[in-house]
């Protein structure tokens, strides 16, 4: 009766193991069919490139804010955009002095001017006043925006879509 297991044990590990040859033999056969068929492929368009002059084009966080009359509104430190990728405000760390009592506000992105933007240490043009910017409320992080424009009315986001 051992014997009848034993002999039984040995042939399901003969089986099992010329089970294991086989699917080995076969894994570098599908990589060769599947390299093949990678090499009928077309290869992959070239990603497009654009070129931006260093005088067309400059990052804004950190940079000063000031208003038409030179006066400092603080600084940009985010920027925020819609669902489609559309810039619709900026976030300025508005007030305070070395970054104690100051509080963060949101202004119309069309608010800002860029025109002097050439180097780190020019400012952003704000068109609003300081009264205008102090009476604004703070912006709070996951609570609904409420962005303060130059003139007009900034159309509501509408994420019920």
Sequence with gaps: MRARY?????????????????ADD????QG??????????EPAPPPSVTVIGARDAHGIL?????DAA????????????DRDGSVRAAVVDFGGFLGVGSRKIVVDWKA???????????????????AQVAA?????E???LIVLGAAGKLAPWDFDK
């Design 70 to 81: 030179n006066e400092d509104m603080g600084r940009v430190v985010d920027v925020i955009v």
């Design 136 to 140: 604004a409320p703070e912006y709070k």
């Design 26 to 29: 076969a894994a570098p056969a």
């Design 112 to 130: 800002l001017r860029f025109g002097g933007v050439a180097s780190k240490k020019d400012s952003i043009t704000l068109e609003l006043t300081k």
């Design 6 to 22: 034993l002999v039984l044990l040995l042939i399901a590990g003969l089986i099992d193991s010329s089970l294991a040859v086989a």
């Design 32 to 41: 060769v069919r599947a390299a093949q068929q990678d090499a009928t492929k």
């Design 62 to 66: 950190g940079r000063d804010v000031r």
């Design 142 to 144: 996951d609570s609904p």
